[in-house]
Structure formats: C-alpha cells, structure tokens
T-cell receptor, first 116, second 113 residues
Framework: GENVEQHPSTLSVQEGDSAVIKCTYS??????FPWYKQELGKGPQLIID?????GEKKDQRIAVTLNKTAKHFSLHITETQPEDSAVYFC???????????????FGQGTILTVHP | DAGITQSPRHKVTETGTPVTLRCHQT?????MYWYRQDPGHGLRLIHY???????DKGEVSDGYSVSRSKTEDFLLTLESATSSQTSVYFC????????????FGEGSRLTVL
C-alpha cells in the first residue's frame, strides 16, 4: 500500500519567515495530494491540494509543489503569522471519483510554531 | 465543520466493553469516513461508506465495525475494546464542496483502560 513520509516533525520559525514542509510518497499511482491544517482540539481542515497533472498551485501565502518523478511534494508558507501555528498533515490518494479521493494515506504531521 | 458532529467527545472505558461512536452530519455528504489519529502515525482510515448500507474496510479495520442506516448517521463500533484502540477518532464526510475535500468533525477521544 501507499506510504507517506513527512518532514520535519516540528518546525519553529519567526513571524514573517517562510516555512517549508516536505512529503514523499511511495505509490506512483497516487494522483491527489491534499494538505490539512489541524488546530488544537479541532478536526483537520483542507488548506490546499494539488493533482498530479499540475506541478504547482498557489493560494495567497500558501503554495504546494509536486515532483512526480521524485515522488515528493512540499507545502510552502510565506510571511508566516502566529495564527499559522498548528499541526500540518500531507496526504495522498488515488483519486478517481467517489470515495477514492477521501481514502487518504496521511503523513505523520508537522507541528509548526510561529513566534511573534 | 459544524455540519459534522461526533458523540461522545470524550469517553473512558474498560478493556472488553463494547463502545459505539456516533457521527451525525447535516451537509448531505454522500461519502463518509472514520479515521483514527495516533502520535507518529498521522490519521489512518478505519472504514468508509459510499452510501446508505454500503460500507467497506480501510487500512486499520480489525476490531472495528460500522453501520450507516441513513445518510446522516455513521456509527463506529468497537465490539470489545482493547488498550490499543485508545485513540482520537475522527469522522469525515465528502461529496459536497470541491471534489476530494474531506470535512472533519471535532473528534472523539477514547481511552481504554
């Protein structure tokens, strides 16, 4: 089955700096790569996703890049703010409609702390 | 997402007892999922449903069963709880919103003594 490795497990930055979280996956058939943000005591929430036919996607301060050849994808957060502090999870699935997108294999998570 | 509520939010039980966690949704999600979250493992899929009375196993289904008798409710049952099932359980729904997006509940923390 799919295996997703996520690094680093913890990341501490100063407000205004950039943060980068990296993930690798093992199954070349995976084609859907979402990123979820989880705040303390809450469920994860989708912040951005990318599909395998796209190399990069950006949404304001957040961007995701995908390298299918190397089987890795990364989350980039620019101009970090204290409210970005949370746990971030990458995930992968073989999306083809129906439940396939939601049958995700998650990485282990990264605790991001943004210091004011 | 306020459209998915889980109950109970916290439960402490003893080894060998049955436990049922409930997920109720008001968003008309067609597809629903149960995940468990453990340190160092991220979230892992237990079971999922692709319609009323249609369910299937996920990655870590041993010791768990599910039922979905109506669109709104998705139940997760531990027939005989074990300490290895101490975890935080998340229900999620999809089928509305952007294709692929999962909407999670706020979790149920289960401790098995």
């Amino acid at each position: 089955g799919e295996n997703v490795e996520q690094h680093p497990s913890t990341l501490s930055v100063q407000e205004g700096d950039s943060a980068v979280i990296k993930c690798t996956y093992s199954d070349s058939a995976s084609n859907y790569f979402p990123w979820y943000k989880q705040e303390l005591g809450k469920g994860p929430q989708l912040i951005i996703d990318i599909r395998s036919n796209v190399g990069e996607k950006k949404d304001q301060r957040i961007a995701v890049t995908l390298n299918k050849t190397a089987k890795h994808f990364s989350l980039h957060i620019t101009e970090t703010q204290p409210e970005d502090s949370a746990v971030y999870f990458c995930a992968a699935s073989k999306g083809a409609g129906g439940t396939s997108y939601g049958k995700l294999t998650f990485g282990q998570g990264t605790i991001l702390t943004v210091h004011p | 997402d306020a459209g998915i509520t889980q109950s109970p939010r916290h439960k402490v039980t003893e080894t060998g007892t049955p436990v049922t966690l409930r997920c109720h949704q008001t968003e008309n999600h067609r597809y629903m999922y149960w995940y468990r979250q453990d340190p160092g493992h991220g979230l892992r899929l237990i079971h999922y449903s692709y319609g009323v009375k249609d369910t299937d196993k996920g990655e870590v289904s041993d010791g768990y069963s599910v039922s979905r008798s109506k669109t709104e409710d998705f139940l997760l049952t531990l027939e005989s709880a074990t300490s290895s099932q101490t975890s935080v359980y998340f229900c999620a729904g999809s089928g509305t919103g952007e294709a692929g997006e999962l909407f999670f509940g706020e979790g149920s923390r289960l401790t098995v003594l």
